[in-house]
């Protein structure tokens, strides 16, 4: 079933000029630029592209914050801005630099007030914050004012507040954006299993890579407004000529050479040879008749690099 529909989607913004001294003039930038983008209920999208990509704006109009200049857009089969109410109850909205939480009360407190406003049943609500609190190791500061929290824990609380109505979509603007490493692995570890359970559909935006290869398998990426990419991380790799690389551990300096098709020798430093590659068992058939030959090791491609070159071309 579909829940996110779009079709030729367009946002453009007036921007002034400075012409001449005294004069300004206007013009016409757009920020989203002919997106169509079909999400299945259940499936968990990244959303990438550089700064002014696009991104932001395009979860805005979703969400009903911004009204399109041109195109369709459906998300739980209502239109966003006019339906914005009744769409505010099917979905979960995380921005990392906004805040749904009483700057003031306790995360506890938040969380009850919020109850209220979305006229959640009281066990549903115990429900979904008890599995929240047990995921996400929130117990040790439910009581501590948000203000006086700090940003690992007050995302940790977004992500609950954004979950505590049972929302069918939840959309993630860089959720890790400034955490530390243990925050970071918390976010994602939660992220993950709210996935696998296959009822809430998640449309995530970052610029931390390993966030997407941790957690999403398809990508959609966005540049000047355009998509330019729509599929899996794997087709990504191939579309731009990623190369898995062989890392061969020697006892005694290497000095053999490697003649195979698809095999280019990277780097070798005597001990150690490293090998791009297109397939990968060829040359372990051959090294592996190598003298001297300690470890063998396997490097997957790196998504920074794909995602560099997407960019640049």
């Known amino acids: 079933m579909k829940v996110i529909e779009t079709s030729g989607l367009r946002k453009e913004f007036d921007v002034r000029v400075r012409k001449g001294m005294l004069r300004r003039e206007k013009r016409i930038v757009p920020a989203v ?45 209502l239109t966003p801005v006019p ?33 209220h406003i979305y006229r959640v049943n009281a066990l ?42 049972g929302p069918e979509i939840l959309f993630l603007d860089e959720p890790t954006i400034g955490l530390d490493v243990v925050s970071k692995q918390a976010v994602r570890g939660f992220l993950a299993e709210l996935g696998a359970r296959g009822d809430t559909t998640i449309v995530l935006t970052t610029h931390d890579l390993a966030d997407i290869e941790r957690l999403c398998e398809r990508i ?33 300096p ?18 150690r040879a490293v090998f791009q590659v297109d397939e990968v068992a060829p040359l372990l058939a051959v090294l592996t008749q190598q ?8 490097a997957e491609p790196e998504i920074e690099e794909v995602i560099a070159k997407l960019y640049q071309g």
């Open 33 to 77: 630029d002919g997106v169509d983008l079909v999400v299945e209920r259940g499936e968990m999208v990244g959303y990438l592209g550089p700064n002014g990509a696009g991104k932001s704006t395009t979860l805005k109009m979703l969400t009903g914050v911004l009204t399109p200049t041109g195109g369709t857009v459906s998300v739980c089969g």
């Open 83 to 115: 339906q914005r109410i009744k769409l505010a109850r099917r979905i979960g909205v995380v921005f990392g630099n906004r805040t749904q939480l009483w700057w003031d009360l306790p995360l506890r407190d938040s969380f009850d007030l919020l109850r």
């Open 124 to 165: 549903e609500h115990a429900a979904r914050l008890r599995r929240c609190r047990d995921l996400l190791d929130m117990d040790s500061f439910l009581d501590i004012p948000v203000r006086q929290l700090s940003l690992g824990q007050r995302m940790r609380g977004e992500l609950t507040a954004s979950l505590l109505h």
């Open 220 to 252: 959609v990426v966005i540049d000047h407004g355009k998509v330019v990419h729509d599929g899996t991380i794997q087709a990504l790799h191939q579309r731009y000529g990623s190369r898995r690389r062989v890392i061969a551990d020697f006892d005694e």
């Open 254 to 271: 290497w000095q053999g050479s490697m003649d195979l098709p698809g095999v280019d020798l990277e780097s070798n430093t005597g001990l």
């Open 291 to 298: 003298r001297g030959l300690r470890d063998l090791s396997i």
